[in-house]
């Protein structure tokens, strides 16, 4: 594939697509609503299944769309000039509910600079044992309340940099417009098809899948590689552009996510040898396990089983007297 | 910046020339144009039918995924 002069990978092409039919979606979603005969959506029933289908797809899509997609382009942008960058990127995350630099900050400086360290408010909170709260209570509090309260002290206290307090402010009002047009076009379109999926996007979607990426895992300081779980699901790491290679990007954040899987074969040493927690399944399984409400305690454990090919078997002990 | 692993890297998933389009489709933008199918699709089989759709999609990929 030739890499069109635009973007910075050829494979980013992948992401931009991604994103322009997911704000497609959005369209046509908002074009039925509006016009209600031509989709048979003039009884209250019907209306409330179009929206229920339409909210959970254009949630689960806005989800991946920031929590992966967008993801990718806060480590490596993929335009080569600064200008697409900036405006493709406030573009990219108000359909998530979110401004493109709070993500940003979010993320590269807040998680990954201190990732399972005190100073990284995204992941879920510590109980008095030291476990984490659960994946429900971290999910609904997260987005948008505890990330808008460490989002204001971090600006006002100029953890994203002397000029961060001022920047924060004008991408909130870039944000702020985009984000309203579907309100002003219709109100109630704008709550139940673009706020709403915005909730899911967060709360359902982006939530789980923080959780389940360091979910039993400790601090790098203490143990290498044991930060992250990484995951091995062909299916989930071909459809989530190898977020499931997760350890190997929190070790090395600047390698192109369509080059992870070549990185983590020649990890793969290195992986047993530090115990890192492999495992075969994607992070929709991995949510399940670990929301499990019926068996929790052996969920979990299933969740915590290493994958058997990176088991790391342990040197045989010298045999006394045995020949020499 | 660390590097490591970027030149030599092979990608396993990266589309090939001969199969970007179908890479395109049924790889990574899946989720949106399943999304945009099952939004779409309500113009020709209702509402109830896509909330079907959406109900199952996400059965399926939360067994295989």
Redesign the interface.
Known sequence: ?RAPRLLSHP?D???L??HL??L??YG??FW?WLHPD????TSVG??V??V???A???G??SG??VGVNFHNHTHRRIFRRAFLNRWFGRLWTFSGGWPAFFWQHAHVTVHHDHVLGHGDWTLPRRRADGSWESLFRYSVLHWPWRYAAHLAADFHGGRAGPQGGRRALRELGWFLLFWSVPFVIDPAMGLVLWAFPHWIANVLVMGPGMYAQHALCDEPSRRPMRHSNTFL?R????????IGYHTEHHE?????W??????HE??KDELIEHQSHVVP?????GG?LLSALTGPRRSREKFAEQHPDYVRVPEKEPVAGGEP | ??????R??????????RQ?GV??VL??????????V???G??WW???V??L???G??RV?????
């Open positions: 594939m494979a092409l992948h992401c697509v991604f039919v997911a497609l979606t046509v979603a039925l031509a989709a048979g959506l019907g209306r299944a179009f229920l289908a339409a959970l797809m254009l689960w899509i991946i769309d699901s299916f989930f790491n071909l459809t989530m552009f190898n090395h954040p600047h390698v192109h369509s080059e992870l899987p070549g990185l020649r990890m399944f994607g992070y929709y399984r399940q | 910046m660390d590097e490591r692993g970027t030599q890297g092979g990608d396993r998933n990266a589309p090939r020339t970007q890479g395109l790889g990574r933008s899946l989720f949106p144009i399943t999304a945009l099952i939004v779409a309500t113009v209702g509402p109830w896509s909330l759709f959406a109900y999609w996400w990929v939360a067994r295989v995924g």
